[in-house]
């Protein structure tokens, strides 16, 4: 769940609750005639791995949990190791289902996380972390030889290499931080994102919602982009049932990005 600072049309402070899976369908819609992802040996695996890296969030998103010492919805960025775990967990088998590329990248993309959190220095994490990084470097050591193994050398079409894995789980990474800075609050300030290969994006916002790329690499003019979430009061929750009784229907947030004048 994504807890985001939005003032209401009549003026109400609140917050908008965005689901994973928004968030990441969101980033699927970025990556939409991105030429580099065109061009990518297996396109459709990693297109699912941006799609469905978070589907197992879905349970937590319908009821989300509340923070006792703040009475506000938890987000993704203020939860337990061992709540957290089982859904990134979820995540990754259910990206199996896809192809082993995309089990591979989901699984790089949670350890990535996890490796670089606070989480770990928790105390009585230190085991629950080794477990899990551990599993998942087993997992993807599989995954990757299995996607290598299946690759069907066309001609004309690059082959499947360890080195186009990684840059598939670079691809998610951005894609991943792109929707956040987009969901988690309005931006005014010029931001740069480190692109897969090692150069870098800048989003210069004209307003929030009209923001200027370069540089430009998509199929298209311009991308129009929306996520929607269900809006609530700031005030203190008690339980899961006293925020979903709270929300006053959809809102949806509208982004136009185009090209650096």
């Known amino acids: 769940m994504i807890v ?12 908008l609750l965005i689901a994973q899976q928004a968030h990441a369908r969101l980033a699927f819609d970025l990556c939409q005639g991105w030429r ?8 459709a695996a990693l297109e699912a791995a941006i799609l469905h890296h978070d589907d197992g969030w879905l349970g937590w998103d319908a009821q989300p949990g509340v ?30 289902q896809y192809s082993s590329l995309t089990a591979y990248v989901v699984s790089g993309h949670f350890s990535a996380l996890l490796e670089h959190s606070k989480l770990v220095e928790q105390p009585g994490n230190e085991e629950l972390a080794r477990i ?11 995954a ?7 690759d069907p050398a066309e001609p004309g079409v690059p082959a499947r290499t360890a080195e186009a894995a990684d840059w598939a789980l670079a691809c998610l990474q951005f ?9 988690c609050a309005e931006n005014f300030k010029a931001a740069t994102l480190p692109l897969p290969g090692g150069d870098q994006l800048r989003l210069d916002p004209r307003t ?28 203190t929750y008690r ?13 949806r947030l509208t982004w136009t990005l185009r090209p650096s004048r």
């Open 208 to 235: 929030p919602y009209d923001i200027e790329v370069d540089p430009w690499t998509w199929e298209v003019p311009q991308l129009q982009l929306s996520v929607t979430g269900a809006w609530i009061p700031a005030r």
């Open 239 to 251: 339980d899961v049932a006293d925020v979903l009784a709270a929300r006053e229907g959809d809102h």
């Open 4 to 15: 985001r600072p939005q003032r209401h049309a009549d003026g109400r402070e609140g917050w």
């Open 144 to 150: 990757l030889q299995q996607w290598l193994r299946e």
């Open 67 to 96: 923070d006792p010492a703040t009475g506000r919805p938890r987000d993704f960025l203020n939860m337990e190791l061992p709540v957290v775990l089982p859904m990134w967990t979820a995540s990754i088998d259910g990206a199996a």
């Open 175 to 183: 894609f991943d931080r792109f929707s956040l800075w987009l969901c």
């Open 132 to 142: 899990f990084l551990a599993d998942e470097a087993n997992r993807r050591s599989r």
């Open 36 to 43: 580099p992802l065109l061009a990518f040996v297996d396109p």
